[in-house]
């Protein structure tokens, strides 16, 4: 049983791990490609966005490189 715990316990740690990495990137650079609104904005605006971004990284991944239809 802690085996599992453990194995569980490391997956959550690598998606948290991704997210923070991929929330700074996103906040910072990535953000303004899909609301360019977002570029002007104030760092509080951004901290505020930081655990939602991070919870949720896989949507704001697939959505910041999914090719534009033309």
Same mark, same amino acid.
């Given at each position: 049983m802690e085996t599992v *715990?453990? *194995?569980?316990l490391g997956i959550l740690g690598a998606y948290f791990a991704?997210? *923070?990495l991929f929330a700074l990137y996103f906040l910072l650079i990535g953000a303004k490609k899909i609301d360019p609104q977002l570029g002007g904005s104030k760092k509080s605006v951004r901290i505020l966005l930081f655990p939602g971004?991070?919870?949720t990284w896989p949507f704001f991944f697939v959505?910041?490189?999914r090719p534009k239809a033309q």
């Open positions: *715990i453990s *194995i569980v991704a997210g *923070i971004v991070m919870a959505k910041l490189f």
